[in-house]
């Protein structure tokens, strides 16, 4: 069965850093895990969920122009790990977070979703 587990989230003050971490478990998603391209997405309050950061399967970074300089997203495909580092948060970061695994690239049903994690800038 594919998971995509975060953590990592909580309570945290402006201007302050935190770091996402999304698991990946199932034995033929994990082994496979290289090929997704692995991506951050967050959904605040009566928003879309929008595209936060991505990384391709080469390494190849994307990031929404209101985070950039200020997040940052990795991944470690031995560990099936991807992380976000988040530094500089402002009350406007606030959202649920949420892990993503896109490799629709080879088949569509190769995509897969965590359960989120809630982030809070607040003071």
């Known amino acids: 069965q594919v998971q995509l587990v975060e953590s990592g989230g909580g309570l945290v003050q402006p201007g302050g850093s935190q770091r996402l971490s999304c698991a990946a478990s199932?034995?033929?998603?994990?082994?496979?895990?290289?090929?997704?391209?692995m991506g951050w997405y967050r959904q605040a309050p009566g928003k879309q969920r929008e595209l936060v950061a991505l990384?391709?399967?080469?390494?190849?970074?994307n990031y929404v122009d209101s985070v950039k300089g200020r997040f940052t997203i990795s991944r470690d495909n031995a560990k099936k790990m991807v992380y976000l580092q988040m530094n500089s948060l402002k009350p406007e970061d606030t959202a649920v977070y949420y892990c993503?695994?896109?490799?629709?690239?080879?088949?569509?049903?190769?995509?897969?979703w965590g359960q989120g994690t809630q982030v809070t800038v607040s003071s």
């Open positions: 993503n695994a896109d490799g629709t690239a080879y088949s569509p049903t190769y995509n897969y």
């Open positions: 199932g034995s033929l998603f994990r082994s496979l895990f290289s090929i997704y391209a």
């Open positions: 990384i391709t399967k080469g390494g190849s970074t």
